[in-house]
């Protein structure tokens, strides 16, 4: 009898590698562009009217932001709508993994679940985010994100974002790294450590320049707050205010 071998598990595996590395190179840039503002006022309205596509066109086009927030977003649908697959999907399922875990205390096991719930919240939390970048797109600069996340609240968000997002795109990596690595099986022990090691420097890196980052927005943000809320215009205010 003859087996005709079915390619589209592999294969969606591999997109979803794929798109998870691209999320997670995407977010590391993110931080760099974001973190601006730790360079001051003028660095990051730079870097907003650089998105905007103004160094080259001459004038800003704050739907190029929307644009690239819309593709970000697609990307993540197709990646979280492959890693679905995998999510336990009825409580006996959950209960068979949840004894599972606890009685093989195995640690790239109990990653794997921190992945799924990790993956889980970032549904709602980048949502949010993307879809406030999406409609508001012109509503990005040194004043402007520091009033939403001040005066608007965003930081609450942030906070939580932050650190979900650097745990999921970490773990993501380490797993990639394991996953597709060129290791023999006699060296991947020695391997795992040094990647999971390099993981959490990089993931530690993130976490400080992400709060650096946010607490600079919030200072702003606070000092700023009695002119929140008036439409700023860099042409009119420049990068002081
Ligand atoms: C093209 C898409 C995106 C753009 C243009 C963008 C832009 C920005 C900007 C301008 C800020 C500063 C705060 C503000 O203005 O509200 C920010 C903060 C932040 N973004 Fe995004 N973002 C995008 C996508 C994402 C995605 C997909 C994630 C994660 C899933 C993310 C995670 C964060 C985090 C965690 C912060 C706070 C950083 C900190 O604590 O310093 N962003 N983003």
Redesign the pocket.
Known sequence: MQHTLNRWPARLDLLQSLSGLL?VL??WG??FF??SILLGKDAMLWV?KM?EGEHLFGQPYPLL?SA??AI?FLL?ALHALLALRKFPASYRQYQRLNQHVGSIRHLDTTLWVVQVITGFL?FF??SV??L??MVQPDN?GPY??SD??WSGR?WIL??F??LV?HVHAGIGIYRLAMKWGPFSAATSGLWRGRIKLTVYCIVAFYLC???A??VT?MRIGAEHAPYAGERYDPAIHGAAR
């Open positions: 999320l995407f977010i993110h931080m974001e973190s907003t998105f932001v690239a927030a970000v993540i970032l939390l980048a985010h993307l406030v970048v990005i402007a994100s939403r996340i965003f942030y906070a974002l932050l997002v320049l992400g709060t980052s946010l927005y």
